[in-house]
């Protein structure tokens, strides 16, 4: 089930500065984590994400994530240290059209005139969680309060 971003995580996401993790997992449920800079969020709240490399192995496992609706995940690092999970399931696999000839200009714009894009991938954001340590903590002592290491007690 879909969920909406908020205005904050929106422009986390959108920040350059963010650095931002695509995981997914092929065929046989390998998964394959990778930086990709080029995840955004569009003017539909979803998540977008630019493949420059058509047989790059995420490519590869994001067409089998919309085929068989497998979530992939992404992985959100602030620069104040803040951490986020966002799960996720691809639903559109751009090629052509309005929406990737705008992005194939600014991809051709950021890495010269002989960089290409593949396919403009969006995701649909299902659950997110903040995987910040301070509030993995705080969840763990609220959940369960008496489990703890002995010198703690």
């Not at 500065?17 to 394959?32: F, N």
């Not at 950021?110 to 299902?126: N, Y």
Request: with cysteine; charged share 25%; aromatic share 8%.
């Amino acid at each position: 089930m879909s969920i909406q971003l908020n205005d904050q995580m929106i422009a986390l996401i959108n920040d350059p500065k963010t650095l931002k993790v695509l995981a997914s997992a092929d065929q046989d449920g390998i998964p394959h984590v990778v930086f990709k800079g080029s995840v955004s969020v569009n003017a539909d709240g979803k998540l977008q994400y630019l493949e420059i490399i058509e047989t790059s192995q995420t490519n590869r496992n994001l067409v089998h994530s919309i085929w068989f609706r497998r979530q992939v995940a992404v992985g959100i690092l602030t620069q104040d240290s803040r951490n986020y999970q966002i799960k996720g399931t691809p639903v559109r696999a751009v090629i052509c059209g309005e929406l990737f000839e705008k992005n194939y200009i600014a991809v051709r714009e950021r890495f010269g005139k002989d960089a290409d894009l593949s396919t403009v991938w969006i995701i649909d954001p299902e659950e997110i969680r903040e995987e910040t340590f301070s509030v993995q903590a705080s969840r763990e002592r609220e959940a369960y309060p008496l489990i703890g290491h002995l010198d703690r007690f």
